[in-house]
């Protein structure tokens, strides 16, 4: 059950997927990293600025992909676009994320991605604040992110288009 996310979703799936396969699975899409600048909300236009500083993208492990894409689209009907065998991404219609396989399962393994204008000013408020960079900023098709740890040691993710 495949669909074709578009606006800032397909930009963050697109980098998701970049980062799970190691390679860019844009092709053949209807959107192209880069291309994205906008998506809809009703009938107006919401640009990604607009988004900034909000949550925008969620990761999670799991340990079975047809059972966990069985499992969400039964129960929620969320639908799914497979980037290779160890990622799938969903939409619930709201908001997107996606679901990368791992041997194991742990407590606090899904991964927020928040959308951020100004990563350097977001680095700079991590670390006045008490978190800490656990990844470097590195680029992937369509923009740039970094790790980071809150006090209580939760990962996040930060990216930007810009």
Not at 47 to 58: F, G, L, N, P
Not at 101 to 119: E, F, H, M, Q
Request: glycine share 12%; aromatic share 12%; with cysteine.
């Amino acid at each position: 059950m495949a669909s074709t996310i578009t606006g800032r979703y397909a930009l963050a799936c697109t980098m998701l997927a970049f980062l799970a396969c190691g390679e860019d699975p844009g092709s053949g899409r209807d959107t192209l990293p880069g291309q994205v600048a906008e998506t809809s909300r009703g009938d107006e236009l919401v640009s990604q600025a607009e988004q900034d500083r909000r949550v925008d993208y969620i990761e999670f492990l799991t340990t079975d992909i047809e059972k966990t894409k069985r499992f969400y689209s039964e129960v929620f009907g969320w639908e799914f676009t497979d980037y290779g065998p160890d990622y799938t991404s969903f939409s619930d219609g709201r908001l997107a994320g996606g679901f990368s396989v791992a041997p194991k399962v742990l407590a606090g393994g899904p991964l927020v991605v928040i959308y951020s204008t100004n990563l350097a000013e977001i680095e700079a408020r991590v670390s006045e604040s008490g978190g800490q960079i656990v990844r470097k900023t590195f680029e992937f098709p369509g923009g740039r992110r970094f790790h980071l740890t809150d006090p209580s040691g939760n990962e996040l993710a930060v990216w930007s288009d810009q």
